[in-house]
C-alpha cells in the first residue's frame, strides 16, 4: 500500500499485532501513560469562539490537571492552571462563564487580574508584601491554530502546533475555522472502557460498512484512512452520487450544499484528521468539530467534543448542519458499543491479540507512537505491577535515541 498524498511507504510485511491486552487494563501503566502522554502532548481545550469576550473563561479538567483559558482586557486570549496561588483552590468552579474584571478566588477571596497577575489577597495586613507577578497564575504553553485554543501542561517531545499540523495545514485553511462559531457547547459523554480502545475504534474504518449503516450510505466504499505520520493522521469520506437510503443520509445529502469558500472536492467529503495521542479535528461542509478521549481511570473514559458552524449560516445549511449531526450521533453511540466489546475481551485469558487487516493501519501506526514514547508497550507478558515503571524506565535507556 502506499499513501501517495503524504509520500509514506506503507509495509506489505507489517507487524498485524496491536498492543498487548494487559495495556488496557493497568493501573500502574495509566499512571505513566497520564504523566508522558497527555500532559507533555498538545490538547484542545476551546475554540476562541467559546471566550468571545473579555472576560469570558472555560475551566478544563484531565488527568488530575485544572486549565483556565480566558481573555484579558485587551481581548488577548491567556491560558493559565486554574489553581490559585494561596491555598490551591479551583479559581473558577463553572466550567464556562464570563467575569467582570478579576478572578475571585471562592475559598478565601485572593482576586486576580485578568492577565493572571494578583491584584490582591484578602486581610492583606495579615501577610507579608506580595509581589503581584511571583504570586500570579501559573501560566500555561498555549497556541491557537486556525481558531482552536491547544494547551500542554508541560514541554514534551511534540514541535510547536502549527509545525506539527503543517502536513494538514492546506487543506483545513479552507474552512476559515477561526470564523465559525459555537453551536450547542461542549459535549461530554462517559464510556466504560479504556481511552485505548476508543482510539483503537476510532483510527480505523475497516468496520464502517457493517457496524456504521448511516455511514457507509453516506461515503461507502469512498472512505481512506491514511497512518499516523509524525503525529498526525487523515482519514477522508467522499459522498456516493446515490440518493442515499435513510432517512438522514437522503435529505442531508439534499440540503448539503457547495460552499464558496471550499474547493471543490471539499463540497462532498468529511475528513478527519488525528492527533496524537487523543484528538481529532473533523470537518463537513458545514461544520468544523474536534473530539477527544481522557481516562478516568483503567476502565473508564470521557469523551469531549465541541462543533462549530459557518457565521452566516443559512436555513438550508442549518437543516443540512442538523442532519449531519443526527447521522454523526449515531455513529457514536455505535462506537462506544464497539469499544465497550473490544475493551472487555483483552481481560479475558483467551485474548490473543490483535491481527489487523491492512485497512487497519492506523491502528497499528498509532500502537507504533505509543511504543516510541512508553516502550513498555512492547512487553508481551503481563509484567507485576510494582515493576511497570522501573521496567519502562530501564527499556527507554536501552532504546537507540
Not at 486576580?112 to 504570586?135: H, Q, V
Not at 474504518?205 to 481512506?224: I, R
Amino acid at each position: 500500500m502506499r499513501d501517495e498524498a503524504r509520500n509514506t511507504e506503507v509495509p506489505i510485511d507489517w507487524d498485524r499485532r496491536g498492543l498487548p491486552g494487559w495495556c488496557y487494563h493497568s493501573p500502574s501503566l495509566l499512571e505513566l501513560e497520564k504523566n508522558e502522554l497527555f500532559k507533555t502532548h498538545w490538547q484542545i481545550a476551546c475554540h476562541i469562539s467559546d471566550i468571545p469576550e473579555v472576560g469570558s473563561f472555560l475551566s478544563f479538567d484531565f488527568c488530575g490537571e485544572r486549565a483556565l483559558i480566558l481573555r484579558d482586557r485587551d481581548s488577548e486570549v491567556r491560558a493559565f492552571h486554574n489553581i490559585c496561588r494561596h491555598r490551591g483552590s479551583r479559581l473558577v468552579a463553572k466550567e464556562q462563564g464570563k467575569c467582570a474584571n478579576a478572578l475571585v478566588c471562592p475559598f478565601h477571596g485572593w482576586v486576580y487580574n485578568l492577565d493572571g497577575t494578583l491584584r490582591g489577597a484578602a486581610r492583606p495586613e495579615s501577610f507579608p508584601d506580595l509581589d503581584k507577578n511571583a504570586f500570579g497564575l501559573q501560566p500555561l504553553e498555549m497556541e491557537i491554530w486556525h481558531g482552536f485554543v491547544f494547551i500542554r501542561m508541560r514541554p514534551g517531545p511534540q514541535p510547536m502546533v502549527a509545525d506539527l499540523l503543517a502536513p494538514i495545514e492546506g487543506e483545513i485553511a479552507a474552512y476559515n475555522m477561526a470564523d465559525h462559531v459555537p453551536t450547542d457547547g461542549m459535549w461530554t459523554e462517559e464510556s466504560p472502557v479504556n481511552w485505548k480502545s476508543i482510539r483503537d475504534v476510532d483510527n480505523e474504518g475497516y468496520h464502517v460498512a457493517l457496524a456504521h449503516p448511516a455511514l457507509q450510505d453516506l461515503y461507502g466504499s469512498t472512505y481512506v484512512d491514511e497512518p499516523y505520520v509524525d503525529g498526525v493522521s487523515k482519514s477522508d469520506g467522499r459522498f456516493t452520487p446515490t440518493k442515499g437510503r435513510r432517512w438522514a443520509v437522503r435529505n442531508y445529502k439534499k440540503f448539503s450544499k457547495p460552499q464558496p469558500h471550499l474547493s471543490e472536492h471539499l463540497h462532498k467529503s468529511w475528513l478527519y484528521f488525528g492527533i496524537f495521542p487523543n484528538a481529532v479535528i473533523a470537518t463537513t461542509p458545514e461544520t468544523v468539530l474536534f473530539y477527544q478521549e481522557f481516562p478516568l481511570s483503567v476502565g473508564k473514559s470521557v469523551i469531549r467534543s465541541a462543533t462549530y458552524r459557518n457565521p452566516n449560516e443559512d436555513r438550508q445549511q442549518r437543516a443540512a448542519r442538523y442532519l449531519a449531526a443526527r447521522i454523526d450521533r449515531e455513529t457514536v453511540e455505535e462506537d462506544i458499543q464497539l469499544t465497550i466489546w473490544s475493551n472487555e475481551s483483552m481481560a479475558s485469558d483467551s485474548f490473543e491479540g490483535f491481527y489487523l487487516s491492512d485497512l487497519e493501519y492506523g491502528v497499528r501506526s498509532h500502537h507504533d507512537h505509543l511504543r516510541r514514547i512508553l516502550p513498555i508497550y512492547n512487553v508481551e507478558d503481563t509484567p507485576r505491577e510494582d515493576e511497570i515503571v522501573k521496567l519502562n524506565a530501564s527499556l527507554s535507556a536501552e532504546a537507540p535515541k
